[in-house]
């Protein structure tokens, strides 16, 4: 069916319904119903899901990313996972009101502290959007140069060289990170893998200073 015939089949419906027409009514009160429910399920789905995440009442692809951070956090250590599937929930509730005392399962927190680095910077990025808005800059992504070829390289050999002589430190892997992304082409797919390489770097320095597992500078 074209856009064309849907619309002219629209039309006729609508005109069916003005008519008084009792088949025309009934599918029309039908669609209805079934459009509300929808809504109200997806209202209500909205609702849970902020309540689970702390996130007002609206969600967007902002919230859903900081759920499913909160919902990686969950995880217990590599190979174990915590069962919140209802049915699972429901079991350990009933073995709470038993008295059973289940094990506990042991955290990861290195993903509980990487989830939260997550959330920080999703909420930064909010802060960005309100206050920048969410387009891109009038220039576009930039260029790249000759110049971004030699200090992408020189940058490259300075790492490897503090790296063999054990005093390469996180400014250097991120100079050299970034170095990169300024040496592929604007836009383009290579760029976006190095951009998150450095993204990543990025997160592991924060890491670095929440668990202050480095010399401060």
Excluded: Y
């Excluded at 929808?38 to 007002?56: C, F, H, N, S, V």
């Excluded at 250590?77 to 350990?92: C, N, W």
């Excluded at 430190?169 to 040496?183: G, H, I, K, N, S």
């Amino acid at each position: 069916m074209t856009p064309q015939e849907a619309a002219d089949m629209l039309t006729e419906h609508i005109k069916a319904v003005q008519a008084g027409d009792p088949e025309a009514i009934r599918v029309d009160k039908e669609a209805t119903a079934i459009l509300r429910a929808r809504d109200e399920e997806r209202a209500r789905r909205e609702r849970q899901i902020a309540r689970l995440t702390g996130i007002a009442v609206e969600l967007d692809d902002a919230a859903l990313g900081l759920l499913s951070t909160f919902a990686e956090s969950l995880h217990a250590s590599p190979g174990t996972t915590r069962d919140l599937t209802s049915k699972g929930l429901a079991a350990a509730q009933h073995d709470r009101d038993r008295g059973v005392v289940r094990e506990p399962v042991p955290r990861d927190h290195a993903s509980e502290m990487r989830g939260a680095i997550m959330a920080e910077i999703a909420a930064e990025r909010d802060r960005q959007i309100a206050k920048w808005g969410d387009g891109v800059p009038s220039g576009g992504f930039g260029w790249t140069s000759l110049t971004d070829r030699n200090r992408m390289l020189e940058a490259k050999r300075a790492c490897e060289d503090r790296a063999k002589r054990g005093c390469c430190t996180l400014r250097d892997v991120l100079e050299e990170e970034v170095c990169e992304v300024f040496a592929e082409r604007p836009g383009s797919q290579l760029q976006r893998a190095e951009l998150l390489q450095v993204a990543a770097v990025c997160v592991k320095w924060v890491e670095a200073i929440d668990a202050r597992t480095v010399p401060r500078g």
